[in-house]
């Protein structure tokens, strides 16, 4: 891909500002793997305050989070409830039969969320026969199936039936924040159903790198293990630390704006003869739309859109993804939505 002028590929290609620059720039730092960086120590902090857990950690990326609790949680043989969107299943390289040697199993449902009766469904009683219940995972937006969100409803039945079968929880917070703002319900009242939940700082949040993973002291000890023994444990991480603490005070609140620019969006493209929304409301920061009935490939309205300077990733041979984020205004949103009017009327 080559970068244009109004990214609306990923909430990941955002830049960071001077002010978070400048933030990095002043971090006081120390050695991280021996808990003496006074940055990262201050990002865990308040980040397991803000998720109401006892302890946090600071990690490169969203992926390790989530492969570092799933090895924590689970043992080879174990099986994990996700639903079939999930990013554990699909983006990170087949990650949890490597190397926690647990299995997915994938559960339907619309919008990225699965029901309690699909979760009793899957759950199998206690026998030698079968692979040994462990964890459900819960996506919080479902990324893949359009920034959705699970409701605290859907969330407390869900995670009440784990309980009742002593399975653990796992929330994939990579765009919680985004979910936050939209409900607004804290990162708190969804976390406390959770064992282990994080949150992206790439994201959203505007930061070169990292993310943060909580849970209880004890579960944080032992991802500290991980974090080691797979050389996750860093030096003078503070700089990065730095940004986060800087994303926290300025980046969340602001989310707003990008869900208002993805539902403009969202019109703007649905006013397009042969296109269609899935799913058919923007809730966050993404747009995920079917062009299967305009004619006109994916990949060809991708890179018309890329010839004019504008990012929008073609997902299948019929649907793409654009998403919002900070870097991304609301005269740019106008910009694309018109460009993408445009190339399809050239192009079918
Ligand atoms: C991006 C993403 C991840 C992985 O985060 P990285 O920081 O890119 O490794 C995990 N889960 C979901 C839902 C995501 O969108």
Redesign the pocket.
């Known amino acids: 891909m080559k970068e244009g002028r109004i990214n609306l590929y990923s909430d ?1 290609q955002t830049r960071p500002s001077a002010a978070m620059r400048e933030a990095m720039m002043q971090a006081p730092v120390g050695d991280e793997q021996s808990l003496a960086d006074p940055s990262v120590n201050l990002l865990c902090e308040r980040t397991a305050a803000l998720m109401g857990k006892e302890a946090a950690v600071f990690l490169p ?4 989070c ?1 492969e570092i609790a799933l090895m924590v949680h689970c043992r080879p043989g174990d099986e994990i409830f996700a639903h079939e969107s999930a ?1 554990i299943t699909h ?1 990170e390289g087949g990650g949890p039969s490597a190397l926690s040697g647990a299995h997915v199993r994938s559960l339907p449902g619309e919008r990225g969320v699965f029901s309690t009766r699909a979760l009793q469904q899957a759950i199998r009683p206690d026998s030698r026969y079968f692979p040994r219940a462990r964890l459900v995972e819960i ?1 919080q937006t479902a ?1 893949l199936a359009g920034g959705t969100l699970w409701s605290l409803e859907e969330i407390k039945a869900v995670t009440a039936l784990a309980r009742e079968h002593g399975l653990s929880v796992h929330m ?1 917070g ?2 919680l924040a985004n979910a936050v703002v939209a409900s607004g319900i804290s990162f708190a009242e969804y976390a406390v159903h959770c064992d282990s939940v994080w949150l ?1 700082l ?2 959203g949040l505007g930061c070169p790198v990292g ?1 943060v993973l909580t849970g209880s002291a004890a579960f944080i000890d032992e991802v500290w293990r991980w974090k080691q023994r797979i050389g996750g444990a860093m030096r003078q991480a503070g700089m990065l630390a730095a940004a986060g603490i800087y994303a926290l005070e300025h980046n969340i609140e602001r989310l707003a704006e990008d869900h208002a620019n993805a539902k403009r969006f969202g019109a703007l493209i649905r006013a397009v003869e042969g296109v269609r929304l899935t799913p058919a409301e923007v809730e966050t920061n993404i747009v995920f739309f079917d062009v299967a009935a305009t004619g006109v490939d994916a990949d060809t309205i991708s890179e018309a859109l890329e010839n004019r300077g504008i990012n929008v990733g073609a997902f299948t041979t019929t649907t793409l993804r654009a998403c919002t984020h900070l870097d991304v205004t609301a005269a740019q949103v106008e910009e694309a939505g018109a460009a993408f009017a445009e190339v399809v009327e050239q192009l079918r």
């Open positions: 990941t990326s969203g992926t390790m989530n990013h983006f996506e990324n994939d990579a765009r992206d790439s994201k993310a």
